[in-house]
């Protein structure tokens, strides 16, 4: 591990009970650059050659997760959570060098278990900014991180035994307060949990700015629904 340490942190407010997974277009220490010339910043930085850069001290409040809601809460999670930033230039359409993955299960697996992190709480920039951020993408290997303890995964054969697409959003965590944020979680969940939904974007720039698909008749697939209702049983 190495130190690039930025300034832009402040203190806690809250305890620890949240890690954010990132993904950055950017490579290396230009994503470190990136970060500081937006005067925002994370806790670490994983290289596409597998070298961590630490960026903020654990204990304290780095600015990485922006206006978000995970669970009923939008107040700050910054204050609650680590942020780790992975760089990925296809900003997660592709999938991430072996290198990095090798070091990141080692990284988050201690994370979570020195600040007892429960699986629910184990979230992606786009499932807690659904209607601004896309990543960490549709490529990022949330099933395998799940099979080392990070996060959770679902199985196909255990059903919710509920329809509404609504409530099942909200019993994950997504937030679901209007119809357009709804909407955008349900692709936020496809991101992460449905990737066959999402429409991959060659032009990074365009998906930056344009996180949210112009059809959302995804969310009509008996496909889509089966999903979501077995990953809201694994949440429950």
Known sequence: MREM?????????????????????????DAVRCLDTCKLSCHYVVTQEGEILKVVDESKRAWHAGVSCWRGDDEDLNSRSVG?????PSLGQEPFAEEQINVLIPLCR?????YGIPPQNVVGHSDIAPLRKPDP?????????????????????????????????????????SKAVVQASAYAFCRRFAPQFVQKDAD???????????????????EFLKILKAVAFAYK
């Open 5 to 29: 340490l930025l300034p832009h942190f402040n203190e806690r407010r809250l305890p620890v009970d949240m890690l954010v997974l990132h993904a950055t277009a950017h490579c290396g220490e």
């Open 84 to 88: 780790i930033e992975v760089c990925s």
């Open 110 to 114: 201690d994370i979570i278990g020195r």
């Open 137 to 177: 993408g549709l490529a990022f290997p949330w099933r395998r991180l799940s099979r080392e303890g990070i996060g959770l995964w679902y199985d196909e054969e255990r059903l919710q035994p509920e329809d509404d697409i609504v409530f099942l959003l909200g019993m994950i965590g997504y937030d679901v307060r």
């Open 204 to 222: 990074i720039q365009h998906l930056v700015e344009h996180v949210l698909p112009d059809d959302f008749g995804f969310m009509a697939d008996r």
